[in-house]
């Protein structure tokens, strides 16, 4: 079935330094999401940005959207080390009520 | 807030014994989902609820099966437990279909010996 990508699968960085993550999808989409998920619990919703978008902004947060390219990309600025978690991206599939979610980048934010 | 609650952070389980994983949600919503978690294969969907008693297979239903009898609970059942389903199971809901986003439990992490 189809599965997104998240790329890179792990970053580290240093605190204050921004993180950049991107997502590859498969099919067309209505939607794509980000979510963070801190070690060993559920996921949080960090933000959603629809097919007819290019960019969205959520405080610290900064994604974008390439339908063309079938891409996005989540930017964290200033990185602290509470933002150290796993990140995925989830589509829709148009017609279902399925989300597809990508395997994941791990962040380590270094103090 | 949304809260979604899952009965279990840890569970172990002996190879063949039937498991209940329950979910709670709080806030009225018509449909959930059950997934697991596991490394390198990201969240895969094992069954969808769109409203009380209706239920629909994802991607992974073999060796699942799953209640919804009020609203608000969500069941996963492992009818006789395996190896190969030491895994993260995560609930979540969401308000309906028109509401994109969805509100996830803490997970439960289950091992079968």
């Known amino acids: 079935s189809q599965q997104g990508e998240e790329d890179p699968q792990a970053l580290s960085i240093q605190e204050g330094e921004n993180a950049t993550m991107n997502c590859s999808y498969k099919t067309s989409i209505n939607n794509l999401q980000w979510y963070r998920q801190n070690s060993g619990r559920g996921l949080v919703h960090l933000i959603l940005i629809r097919s007819n978008e290019r960019e969205k902004h959520s405080g610290r947060l900064r994604v974008t959207l390439d339908t063309s390219k079938k891409s996005s990309s989540l930017l964290i600025t200033a990185s602290r080390a509470a933002d150290t978690a796993s990140y995925f991206c989830?589509?829709?599939?148009?017609?279902?009520?399925?989300?597809?979610f990508g395997t994941g980048t791990r962040l380590k934010v270094l103090a | 807030d949304v809260k979604v609650t899952q009965s279990s952070r840890y569970l172990v389980k002996r190879t063949g014994e039937k498991v209940f994983l329950e979910c709670v949600q709080d806030m009225d919503h018509e449909n959930m989902f059950w997934y697991r978690q596991d490394p390198g294969l990201g969240l895969r969907l094992i069954y969808f609820?769109?409203?009380?008693?209706?239920?629909e297979k994802g991607d992974i239903p073999e060796g699942y099966s799953v209640s919804r009898e009020k609203k608000e609970r969500f069941s996963l059942i492992l009818e006789s437990a395996s190896t190969n389903q030491t895994s993260m199971y995560l609930c979540?809901?969401?308000?309906?279909?028109?509401?994109?986003?969805?509100?996830f439990g803490s997970g439960t992490q289950l091992s079968v010996l």
């Open positions: 979540a809901s969401r308000q309906g279909v028109w509401d994109e986003k969805l509100f």
């Open positions: 609820s769109y409203d009380v008693k209706m239920k």
């Open positions: 989830a589509t829709d599939a148009p017609g279902t009520y399925k989300y597809i």
